[in-house]
């Protein structure tokens, strides 16, 4: 069952911008330390702030929420597997607010993708929810 759909697009340059304006001021205000130590590792670390700050917002709109509704940017995180896949961390009422849209005896999943081809950075994040017993195998 989807529970929500979101996405959103990017210009790159746009971050690329803001980070020489504001740098390590717009870096934590909107990035978690996670999201920040693997960005700032990275070569084209723009691109890398850009594809999150892409999925932060397309998660935002597939809970139904946006960023204006009380949900921070720090309560929705984007982490990478060792794989390179990229996973959704919830924290507070971002976590609350995916707990009250999933249905009772329902365990929800968010699955994210993202993309970039310069100057363009893209993230779309789906919610959905399975029966608890299907991942219980009970």
């Known amino acids: 069952m989807i529970l929500g759909l979101g996405s959103d697009l990017i210009d790159i340059r746009r971050i690329e911008r803001v980070l020489l304006r504001y740098g390590d001021r717009f870096a934590r205000r909107c990035f978690t330390p996670v999201e920040r130590e693997a960005a700032d590792r990275r070569l084209r670390r723009a691109e890398t702030y850009a594809k999150r700050y892409a999925a932060k917002e397309a998660v935002a709109k597939a809970l139904g929420t946006g960023l204006a509704q009380g949900i921070s940017w720090q309560e929705i995180g984007v982490e990478n597997l060792p794989g390179g896949k990229p996973v959704v961390r919830l924290s507070g009422r971002a976590a ?21 081809e310069p100057p363009l950075a893209q993230a779309m994040a789906l919610i959905s929810a399975l029966p608890e017993a299907a991942l219980t195998g009970r």
């Open 96 to 116: 609350r607010r995916l707990a009250e849209m999933t249905p009772p005896g329902m365990v929800a999943q968010v699955e994210l993708t993202l993309t970039d």
